[in-house]
């Protein structure tokens, strides 16, 4: 059982749900978990899909993907989203590529500590997307100017707040109906590393 709510598999999939499954299979060939509980209403899946390529894969993003992977991390932790965490934990050790490194900045994102492993505006950054995952209705003003004057361009702003909201929304939605990796291959970087 890979959700809570009836899924619809990619063999058994017909109508508008075979295009979905089109736009949603990974590069390792295979449609994860987190779209197929989208199975019963094939508009939610394409949503979402474009939702998570625009906010962490655009081209035009200027942040570094492992700074992405990070967030997506972060915020994970922070709703213990253990679907995203084993995803995105595989990702962020993929991208880091520094030895010892990606271990120093799991450990800091996972015990809720990023000022151990991350700082200047990557530290800003990160606090933000902590304040807006736990305590959105105490963000002001003042949150934004502090980013500014950690050196976060309101671009990279708008990046972090955009990959935090779609965690954010992502981690309900797997942790609200009990979605879990059986049959998933772990990571979007894994084969190719």
Not at 45 to 74: D, Q, R, S
Not at 91 to 105: F, I, P, R, T, Y
Not at 127 to 154: H, W
Request: aromatic residues 6%; hydrophobic residues 40%.
């Amino acid at each position: 059982m890979i959700a809570w709510i009836k899924t619809i598999s990619p063999s058994d999939a017909t109508g508008d749900l075979v295009n979905a499954y089109e736009m949603a299979t990974t590069s390792h060939g295979t449609v994860d978990n987190v779209m197929q509980v989208h199975s019963l209403r094939p508009h939610t899946m394409a949503g979402h899909i474009a939702l998570y390529k625009a906010a962490l894969h655009h081209p035009e993003n200027t942040l570094p993907k492992w700074f992405l992977e990070a967030v997506a991390v972060y915020t994970s932790v922070l709703n213990e989203c253990p679907y995203s965490l084993a995803h995105h934990i595989q990702n962020l050790q993929s991208l880091v590529g520094e030895e010892g490194a990606h271990g120093a900045k799991l450990t800091a994102l996972t015990g809720r500590r990023p000022e151990d492993a991350f700082n200047g505006k990557h530290l800003a950054l990160l606090r933000y997307t902590e304040k807006l995952t736990l305590n959105v209705a105490k963000i002001d003003e003042s949150d934004i100017a502090a980013l500014r004057e950690a050196g976060a361009d309101d671009g990279e702003i708008l990046e972090t707040n955009q990959v935090c909201g779609y965690f954010n929304y992502v981690n309900r939605l797997l942790n609200g109906l009990g979605v879990s990796t059986d049959g998933d291959v772990i990571g979007a970087y894994a084969k190719q590393n």
